[in-house]
C-alpha cells in the first residue's frame, strides 16, 4: 500500500502513475484505499502530467497524435459499454442475491456452479446447432417413422430419424446450388467436436489454476479461531432470521470451540487404534465392494439391454418400457448407494467433521464414476461390435435416456429429500426439524450429469440443449424447494476450499475421462456402415487424414499439410512438448518450496 | 456513447468508472439507488458537484445493511467524518469495496478498519470484544468472551504486541480464502 504521508511521496506517486499504462493506471487507481475525493485528485493530477509530458515530447501534438488519443478515448469507453450490455445478461442476479442473503455463501456457491455448467452446455449447443445440424438440414432425409408421445421417454422410435442422432448426418458434401460453394458435413462434424472439447480444456484447466492459487491453504497453518471470528462472518446474509440463525450458529461454535478437549491430543490405547483402523478398512471395503457389485449389475443389466435391441424394432408399449429399465436401475443405483455411504461414515468416528465429508465425497465420486466407466465399456466394446445397423445411434439413445431418467431422479429427490423431509420434521418427528441442503450430494449429482452429457455430444449433438434445458428447470425447482424447505447450514463450510475440489473433480475423473472415451471412439471404433457423417471410413479419424492427403495436391496449403506431419501425427513433436511441460512443472514446484522456506524463515525472525 | 442522461457530466463519469469497480450503468443505477433513499434531498443533477450527506439512519435502513451488525461501523468507515453520514462519493466508495471485484488487500484494508472500533489502527482486545458480543448477539457471558478474544490474540498476533496490527490481519486473510466471499454485498 502507499500511504500518502507528505507531499513527495504523492508527487512520486502522480509520476510512477503517469508513466503506466492506461489499465495498468486505472487498475493501481481502483485499488488505492483512499476516499473517493483523494482518489479523483489524484487521478486528475496523473491526467495534467501526462498531458504535460506528451506536450513537452514534441511541441504541439499533431493532428494524427490527437486523432489517435481521441479514438483510443473513444474505443475504451465502447469497450466499456460492450461490456456493460454483457453484464446486463447476467441471469439470475436477483434470485443468487436473494439465495446468498437467506442461506449464505456455501449454498450459493452450488448455484453458481449450476449457472456455470449451463454456460457449457449453451456454448455446445449453439456451435453444434450451427455448424452441424443447419447444415443438416439442407440435406435432410424424410422421415417416414410416426410420432407417439413415448419417443419424448425413450428416446427411439420418430426421434431415430432426426438431427437428434448422429446416424441421421449425411457424410456427403451439402451444396445448394450446382459447382457452388460445399460445405463438407465429414470434416465440419469432426472439426466442431473436436474444436469444443479442446475450448473446454482450456476454460477448466485455467478455472482449476486460478481457483488452486487463489483458495489452496496449508491446512496447519489455519488458524481456527481468529478466522472464525473475523474472516467468516458473511456479509451477503441480509435477511433478518438468517442473521439471528447464523449468530446463533457462532454462539454454539465458539461454546464448543471452549469447551472441546483438544481433538489432537487424543489418548489411544493401541487396542483402540487396532480397532479403528479395522473399522476403516471395513467400511472402505464395503464401500468398494457395492460399487463393484453395482457396476457388474449394470454390466449384465446392460448386456440384457442389448439383447433387446438385436431382437428387432417393435415399436409397442413393453419393448419401449424395456428400454427404460437400464437407466432407471442406474439412477436408483446413484441415489440409494449414497444413503449407505454416509451411514457408514457414521459408524465410523472421524478426527474432524472435514473428514467425514470428504470421504464420502470421495466413496460417491468412485461410485458415479466406475457406473460410467463401466457402461463407456459396454457401449465401445459390446455396442461397437454389436451387429446393429446403427450402433452410435443406439449409444446416443442410451445416453438420452439417462439424461433423462437422472433428471427425473433429481427432481423427485428433491421432492422426497427437502419437501416430504420437511413436512415429517415439522409435524410427524418435530426433533428432526427443518433439512438443510445438502450441497455435496447435489453437486456430485450436477458433475454426473455434465459427464454423461459430454459423453453424448458426439453421439447425440443436441443433447447440450435438452441438457441446458434440464439444468434450467433443475434450477428453479431446486431455489423454490430450498427457499420453501430448507434451513441455512448449521456447520460452517469452508467453501473457497469446496468450490476448488468440485472444479477439480470436474476436471479430473469427469473431462479427462470424457476426453479418452471421445479419443477411443474417433481414433479406434469402426464407424457403422450405413449410417452417420463416416459410414464407409475405417474410423472417424480417418476423415481428416483424407483430407489432408486431399490436401497434398494443393501448393497453397502446403503450410497446414506440414502442420499437420510435423506437428499433430508426430510423436517427437509430443514427447518434446511432454518433456518441456514436466521441466516447467518441476521448477516451480521447486520455487513454491523455496518460498515456503523463506516464509517459515521469516516467521521465526519476526516471533524472536 | 450510449443514453443521455443529465445526472453526471461525461468527465465525472468518466472519473467515477476510473475510481471504482463500477461500470457506467452501475454508478447510475447506484446513484438511483442512493437517491430513492431521500429523494428530497438528493437533486437530480450531479453537474455541479452539489454537497449533499444523507444521515446514518437513512444508510443503515437500506436492505442490504439494515440487518448487517457491523453496519453502524462500516458506515462509519466510510463516511467522511467518520460519523456514519455519507455522501454520493462515500456510497460509491462503500460498495466498490464490497463488490466481487474489489481485491483482497482493499478489502482487508477496510475490514481491518471496520473491526477496530476505537480507530488507533491496532485491533486490541476490547475491540475483538465488542466484535464477538456483535456476532452473538451478546449471549456469551463476559469470561467466555475474554477466553476467546485471549485466543484469536494468541493465533493471529506475530509480533506478540498483545493486539493485531494490519500486517497481523493481513497475514490471517491470505490463509483464509473465503473471506473474498464473505466480505461481499451484493447491490
Given at each position: 500500500?502507499?500511504?500518502?504521508?507528505?507531499?513527495?511521496?504523492?508527487?512520486?506517486?502522480?509520476?510512477?502513475?503517469?508513466?503506466?499504462?492506461?489499465?495498468?493506471?486505472?487498475?493501481?487507481?481502483?485499488?488505492?484505499?483512499?476516499?473517493?475525493?483523494?482518489?479523483?485528485?489524484?487521478?486528475?493530477?496523473?491526467?495534467?502530467?501526462?498531458?504535460?509530458?506528451?506536450?513537452?515530447?514534441?511541441g504541439?501534438?499533431?493532428?494524427?497524435?490527437?486523432?489517435?488519443?481521441?479514438?483510443?478515448?473513444?474505443?475504451?469507453?465502447?469497450?466499456?459499454?460492450?461490456?456493460?450490455?454483457?453484464?446486463?445478461?447476467?441471469?439470475?442476479?436477483k434470485?443468487?442475491?436473494?439465495?446468498?442473503?437467506?442461506?449464505?455463501?456455501?449454498?450459493?456457491?452450488?448455484?453458481?456452479?449450476?449457472?456455470?455448467?449451463?454456460?457449457?452446455?449453451?456454448?455446445?449447443?449453439?456451435?453444434?446447432?450451427?455448424?452441424?445440424?443447419?447444415?443438416?438440414?439442407?440435406?435432410?432425409?424424410?422421415?417416414?417413422l410416426?410420432?407417439?408421445?413415448?419417443?419424448?421417454?425413450?428416446?427411439?422410435?420418430?426421434?431415430?430419424?432426426?438431427v437428434?442422432?448422429?446416424?441421421?448426418?449425411?457424410?456427403?458434401?451439402i451444396?445448394?446450388?450446382?459447382?457452388?460453394?460445399?460445405?463438407?458435413?465429414?470434416?465440419?462434424?469432426?472439426?466442431?467436436?473436436?474444436i469444443?472439447?479442446?475450448?473446454?480444456?482450456?476454460?477448466?484447466?485455467?478455472?482449476?489454476?486460478?481457483?488452486?492459487?487463489?483458495?489452496?491453504?496449508?491446512?496447519?497453518?489455519?488458524?481456527?479461531?481468529?478466522?472464525?471470528?473475523?474472516?467468516?462472518?458473511?456479509?451477503?446474509?441480509?435477511?433478518?432470521?438468517?442473521?439471528?440463525?447464523?449468530?446463533?450458529?457462532?454462539?454454539?461454535?465458539?461454546?464448543?470451540?471452549?469447551?472441546?478437549?483438544?481433538?489432537?491430543?487424543?489418548?489411544?490405547?493401541?487396542?483402540?487404534?487396532?480397532?479403528?483402523?479395522?473399522?476403516?478398512?471395513?467400511?472402505?471395503?464395503?464401500?468398494?465392494?457395492?460399487?463393484?457389485?453395482?457396476?457388474?449389475?449394470?454390466?449384465?443389466?446392460?448386456?440384457?439391454?442389448?439383447?433387446?435391441?438385436?431382437?428387432g424394432?417393435?415399436?409397442?408399449?413393453?419393448?419401449?418400457s424395456?428400454?427404460?429399465?437400464?437407466?432407471?436401475?442406474?439412477?436408483?443405483?446413484?441415489?440409494?448407494?449414497?444413503?449407505?455411504?454416509?451411514?457408514?461414515?457414521?459408524?465410523?468416528?472421524?478426527?474432524?467433521?472435514?473428514?467425514?465429508?470428504?470421504?464420502?465425497?470421495?466413496?460417491?465420486?468412485?461410485?458415479?464414476?466406475?457406473?460410467?466407466?463401466?457402461?463407456?465399456?459396454?457401449?465401445?466394446?459390446?455396442?461397437a461390435?454389436?451387429?446393429?445397423?446403427?450402433?452410435?445411434?443406439?449409444?446416443?439413445?442410451?445416453?438420452?435416456?439417462?439424461?433423462?431418467?437422472?433428471?427425473?431422479?433429481?427432481?423427485?429427490?428433491?421432492?422426497?429429500?427437502?419437501?416430504?423431509?420437511?413436512?415429517?420434521?415439522?409435524t410427524?418427528?418435530?426433533?428432526?426439524?427443518?433439512?438443510e441442503?445438502?450441497?455435496?450430494?447435489?453437486?456430485?449429482?450436477?458433475?454426473?450429469?455434465?459427464?454423461?452429457?459430454?459423453?453424448?455430444?458426439?453421439?447425440s449433438?443436441?443433447?447440450?440443449?435438452?441438457?441446458?434445458?434440464?439444468?434450467?428447470?433443475?434450477?428453479?425447482?431446486?431455489?423454490?424447494?430450498l427457499?420453501?424447505?430448507?434451513?441455512?447450514?448449521?456447520?460452517?463450510?469452508?467453501?473457497?476450499?469446496?468450490?476448488?475440489?468440485?472444479?477439480?473433480?470436474?476436471?479430473?475423473?469427469?473431462?479427462?475421462?470424457?476426453?479418452?472415451?471421445?479419443?477411443?471412439?474417433?481414433?479406434?471404433?469402426?464407424?457403422?456402415?450405413?449410417?452417420?457423417?463416416?459410414?464407409?471410413?475405417?474410423?472417424?479419424?480417418?476423415?481428416?487424414?483424407?483430407?489432408?492427403?486431399?490436401?497434398?495436391?494443393?501448393?497453397?496449403?502446403?503450410?497446414?499439410?506440414?502442420?499437420?506431419?510435423?506437428?499433430?501425427?508426430?510423436e517427437?513433436?509430443?514427447?518434446?512438448?511432454?518433456?518441456?511441460?514436466?521441466?516447467?512443472?518441476?521448477?516451480?514446484?521447486?520455487?513454491?518450496?523455496?518460498?515456503?522456506?523463506?516464509?517459515?524463515?521469516?516467521q521465526?525472525?519476526?516471533?524472536? | 456513447?450510449?443514453?443521455?442522461?443529465?445526472?453526471?457530466?461525461?468527465?465525472?463519469?468518466?472519473?467515477?468508472?476510473?475510481?471504482?469497480?463500477?461500470?457506467?450503468?452501475?454508478?447510475?443505477?447506484?446513484?438511483?439507488?442512493?437517491?430513492?433513499?431521500?429523494?428530497?434531498?438528493?437533486?437530480?443533477?450531479?453537474?455541479?458537484?452539489?454537497?449533499?450527506?444523507?444521515?446514518?439512519?437513512?444508510?443503515?435502513?437500506?436492505?442490504e445493511?439494515?440487518?448487517?451488525?457491523?453496519?453502524?461501523?462500516?458506515?462509519?468507515?466510510?463516511?467522511?467524518?467518520g460519523?456514519?453520514?455519507?455522501?454520493?462519493?462515500?456510497?460509491?466508495?462503500?460498495?466498490?469495496?464490497l463488490?466481487?471485484?474489489?481485491?483482497?488487500?482493499?478489502?482487508?484494508?477496510?475490514?481491518?478498519?471496520?473491526?477496530?472500533?476505537?480507530?488507533?489502527?491496532?485491533?486490541?482486545?476490547?475491540?475483538?470484544?465488542?466484535?464477538?458480543?456483535?456476532?452473538?448477539?451478546?449471549?456469551?457471558?463476559?469470561?467466555?468472551?475474554?477466553?476467546v478474544?485471549?485466543?484469536?490474540?494468541?493465533?493471529?498476533?506475530?509480533?506478540?504486541?498483545?493486539?493485531?496490527?494490519?500486517?497481523?490481519?493481513?497475514?490471517?486473510?491470505?490463509?483464509?480464502?473465503?473471506?473474498?466471499?464473505?466480505?461481499?454485498?451484493?447491490?
Open positions: 500500500f502507499c500511504f500518502l504521508h507528505g507531499f513527495d511521496a504523492e508527487g512520486d506517486l502522480v509520476g510512477s502513475l503517469a508513466s503506466m499504462s492506461t489499465n495498468e493506471r486505472i487498475k493501481a487507481i481502483q485499488k488505492m484505499p483512499e476516499t473517493m475525493g483523494k482518489k479523483r485528485e489524484i487521478r486528475n493530477k496523473v491526467l495534467k502530467e501526462i498531458t504535460k509530458k506528451s506536450r513537452h515530447r514534441g504541439q501534438p499533431s493532428c494524427c497524435t490527437q486523432c489517435l488519443q481521441g479514438a483510443a478515448v473513444s474505443f475504451r469507453r465502447f469497450g466499456n459499454t460492450l461490456s456493460e450490455h454483457f453484464h446486463q445478461l447476467r441471469i439470475w442476479h434470485t443468487l442475491k436473494i439465495i446468498g442473503a437467506e442461506f449464505g455463501t456455501s449454498v450459493l456457491s452450488y448455484f453458481v456452479f449450476l449457472k456455470w455448467l449451463l454456460n457449457f452446455n449453451l456454448f455446445s449447443f449453439l456451435i453444434n446447432f450451427s455448424f452441424i445440424t443447419i447444415p443438416q438440414f439442407l440435406a435432410a432425409e424424410p422421415n417416414n410416426s410420432f407417439t408421445g413415448l419417443e419424448l421417454f425413450t428416446g427411439a422410435g420418430y426421434f431415430q430419424q432426426t437428434l442422432y448422429y446416424g441421421f448426418y449425411t457424410n456427403a458434401t451444396s445448394k446450388v450446382e459447382n457452388g460453394p460445399s460445405y463438407n458435413m465429414q470434416l465440419a462434424y469432426i472439426f466442431t467436436v473436436g469444443y472439447f479442446v475450448i473446454c480444456f482450456l476454460i477448466l484447466l485455467f478455472s482449476m489454476a486460478k481457483f488452486f492459487s487463489r483458495n489452496f491453504v496449508n491446512p496447519q497453518t489455519f488458524s481456527v479461531n481468529a478466522s472464525r471470528l473475523l474472516c467468516t462472518w458473511d456479509f451477503n446474509i441480509t435477511n433478518e432470521k438468517a442473521v439471528k440463525l447464523k449468530q446463533k450458529n457462532l454462539h454454539t461454535q465458539i461454546k464448543e470451540g471452549l469447551t472441546e478437549v483438544n481433538k489432537e491430543v487424543l489418548d489411544f490405547s493401541a487396542m483402540e487404534i487396532v480397532l479403528r483402523i479395522a473399522i476403516h478398512l471395513f467400511a472402505w471395503a464395503a464401500s468398494l465392494g457395492i460399487a463393484v457389485a453395482a457396476c457388474t449389475g449394470v454390466y449384465f443389466l446392460s448386456i440384457n439391454n442389448l439383447e433387446l435391441f438385436m431382437k424394432h417393435r415399436n409397442d408399449l413393453e419393448s419401449q424395456a428400454m427404460l429399465v437400464l437407466p432407471v436401475v442406474v439412477s436408483l443405483l446413484n441415489t440409494l448407494i449414497p444413503f449407505f455411504f454416509s451411514w457408514l461414515g457414521h459408524l465410523e468416528r472421524f478426527q474432524t467433521p472435514g473428514q467425514h465429508i470428504y470421504v464420502t465425497i470421495i466413496r460417491n465420486i468412485i461410485l458415479k464414476m466406475s457406473i460410467v466407466g463401466i457402461l463407456c465399456y459396454y457401449w465401445l466394446n459390446i455396442v461390435a454389436s451387429e446393429s445397423q446403427c450402433w452410435e445411434t443406439l449409444v446416443g439413445q442410451d445416453i438420452y435416456r439417462l439424461v433423462l431418467v437422472d433428471f427425473i431422479f433429481c427432481l423427485l429427490g428433491s421432492f422426497f429429500g427437502e419437501f416430504l423431509r420437511r413436512i415429517i420434521g415439522t410427524v418427528w418435530v426433533s428432526l426439524g427443518l433439512p441442503f445438502d450441497i455435496g450430494r447435489n453437486v456430485l449429482d450436477l458433475i454426473y450429469a455434465q459427464t454423461l452429457t459430454w459423453i453424448g455430444i458426439l453421439f449433438p443436441l443433447l447440450p440443449g435438452i441438457q441446458m434445458i434440464a439444468f434450467f428447470i433443475v434450477f428453479f425447482v431446486k431455489k423454490v424447494s427457499m420453501r424447505n430448507c434451513q441455512p447450514p448449521r456447520k460452517v463450510w469452508r467453501t473457497a476450499q469446496m468450490m476448488t475440489s468440485f472444479i477439480f473433480l470436474l476436471f479430473c475423473p469427469s473431462f479427462l475421462g470424457v476426453l479418452s472415451v471421445i479419443g477411443v471412439t474417433v481414433w479406434r471404433l469402426k464407424p457403422s456402415e450405413e449410417c452417420g457423417p463416416f459410414r464407409g471410413l475405417s474410423s472417424m479419424y480417418a476423415a481428416v487424414s483424407e483430407w489432408i492427403q486431399i490436401l497434398e495436391s494443393f501448393t497453397a496449403s502446403k503450410w497446414v499439410v506440414w502442420i499437420y506431419h510435423n506437428l499433430i501425427s508426430s517427437l513433436f509430443f514427447f518434446i512438448l511432454s518433456t518441456f511441460v514436466l521441466i516447467v512443472t518441476y521448477i516451480y514446484c521447486e520455487i513454491i518450496r523455496g518460498r515456503k522456506t523463506m516464509t517459515k524463515l521469516l521465526k525472525q519476526l516471533n524472536n | 456513447m450510449g443514453n443521455k442522461q443529465t445526472i453526471f457530466t461525461q468527465e465525472q463519469l468518466d472519473a467515477y468508472q476510473d475510481c471504482t469497480f463500477f461500470t457506467r450503468k452501475e454508478i447510475l443505477r447506484l446513484f438511483h439507488r442512493y437517491r430513492d433513499l431521500a429523494p428530497q434531498l438528493v437533486p437530480l443533477d450531479y453537474s455541479d458537484k452539489p454537497a449533499v450527506t444523507l444521515p446514518y439512519e437513512l444508510i443503515g435502513s437500506m436492505p445493511l439494515k440487518d448487517n451488525p457491523f453496519r453502524q461501523r462500516i458506515a462509519e468507515v466510510f463516511s467522511e467524518h460519523d456514519g453520514n455519507m455522501t454520493l462519493d462515500d456510497f460509491l466508495d462503500m460498495f466498490s469495496v463488490s466481487e471485484m474489489a481485491p483482497r488487500d482493499l478489502k482487508a484494508y477496510y475490514a481491518f478498519k471496520i473491526y477496530d472500533f476505537n480507530n488507533d489502527d491496532y485491533i486490541c482486545k476490547s475491540d475483538l470484544e465488542k466484535t464477538v458480543n456483535k456476532l452473538t448477539r451478546n449471549e456469551l457471558t463476559p469470561e467466555e468472551v475474554s477466553l478474544c485471549e485466543k484469536v490474540i494468541y493465533e493471529a498476533d506475530a509480533d506478540n504486541d498483545g493486539k493485531l496490527s494490519l500486517a497481523d490481519f493481513q497475514h490471517m486473510i491470505i490463509r483464509a480464502p473465503d473471506f473474498l466471499s464473505t466480505f461481499h454485498i451484493r447491490i
